[in-house]
């Protein structure tokens, strides 16, 4: 009796086995359509997300040196005043570099984006400026000249 229910269970351990050895015909290795797709459209997003944060980052990457640039024509217009009796250079919305500052500034400044300008104003007595250039994003804080000469951000005289 013992060996008869030894083979039985024998038997049944076999046929249990033997269940995952043999391969399903039924099922074939590989993703679903379903799966690829809902893995096609995470990838998408991520890379949508990916692209916007770049393109904000180089918007604010080019106002810093926009702003930076403006620091600069500020510096060689004020050291223009001290060579030039105390009056900065003439000047009706013109671009920065027709002003001669090149002997004043580090090099020629340029905005980061062909086919921008910097523009430059002077007051009528040539005791106060406005240097200014179109920003990409909102400006903050806002700018401290009135006239900015079609642009939305600028600079005035210390």
């Known amino acids: 009796m013992p060996f008869e229910l030894f083979l ?8 249990l086995f033997a ?12 993703f679903t359509l379903i799966e690829v797709l ?30 930076a640039d403006l620091e600069q024509i500020r510096a060689a217009l004020e050291m223009y005043k001290t060579d030039h009796a105390g009056n900065y250079p003439l000047g009706d919305c013109v671009n ?16 980061p984006k062909s086919g921008e300008t910097y523009f430059y104003k002077v ?12 920003l990409e994003t909102t400006p903050v804080p806002a700018s401290s000249c009135t006239d900015l000469c079609g642009n939305n951000f600028g600079l005035k005289s210390p």
């Open 8 to 15: 039985r269970q024998l038997f049944a351990y076999s046929r």
């Open 123 to 134: 007051s009528a007595d040539m005791k106060n400026y406005c240097v200014s250039a179109n």
């Open 96 to 111: 920065v570099n027709s002003l001669g500052l090149n002997s004043y500034l580090p090099s020629d400044v340029t905005p």
């Open 38 to 67: 809902v893995a096609a459209t995470i990838i998408a997003l991520l890379t949508s997300i990916g692209v916007v944060s770049y393109q904000a980052a180089n918007r604010q990457a080019r106002d810093a040196k926009r702003k």
């Open 19 to 30: 269940s995952f050895m043999i391969p399903n015909t039924r099922h074939k290795p590989g």
